[in-house]
């Protein structure tokens, strides 16, 4: 089946980004959809992804984690099913929303796997403390660099493993080491 594409932008006069992945939905088409937009309300996340978004970004954002994105996108519709993240014995499934280390799952709360993904899916990439709080919170949420080393600290005790993948560079931020 040849692949189909859509132009890389697309003016919208007179209808929506959410009404064009609606219709593309509605007519059968598995087109991979990145959503990438202004509009930062979780509302308009959960429309977006209701109306069949496989994904979606809100601006700004780092052209790294964009790049991430869209390679997974088309892992996906290439038929690469297995959308689990591994290091060592780290498992992270998007798909399910579950994580487990060493074969035992491990209850995390949202934001720390959000912040686990982000780091799984850049990994070896050092972050400082305000390129995580611009990637994994959104805009509308009052969060501090404090709150964002507890969450990393909360990460680390709840994976033994973790300690061994996320790594402190001091004066710098934090780097998910990918362990084979």
Not at 46 to 60: Q, R, S, T
Request: aromatic residues 6%.
């Amino acid at each position: 089946m040849p692949r189909q594409s859509l132009p890389v932008y697309l003016l919208l006069p007179g209808i929506s980004g959410v009404e064009i992945c609606r219709q593309l939905r509605k007519d059968g088409n598995k087109l991979p959809v990145l959503m990438l937009t202004g509009r930062n309300s979780s509302l308009d996340t959960v429309h977006g992804i209701d109306a069949g978004a496989d994904d979606y970004l809100v601006k700004p954002v780092d052209p790294i984690v964009v790049v991430a994105k869209l390679k997974a996108l088309l892992r996906r519709a290439d038929g690469s099913t297995d959308n689990v993240l591994r290091s060592g014995g780290l498992e992270l499934d998007p798909v399910a929303h579950t994580v487990s280390c060493n074969g035992q799952n491990v209850n995390l709360l949202p934001k720390e796997f959000a912040l686990l993904e982000f780091f799984m899916r850049n990994a070896n990439h050092v972050f400082s403390v305000d390129e995580m709080i611009s990637h994994v919170w959104s805009a509308d949420e009052p969060v501090t660099g404090e709150s964002v080393k507890s969450c990393v600290f909360r990460l680390r005790k709840k994976l033994s493993l973790a300690e061994q993948h996320i790594e402190n560079i001091y004066g710098v931020g934090y780097v998910f080491r990918n362990q084979s």
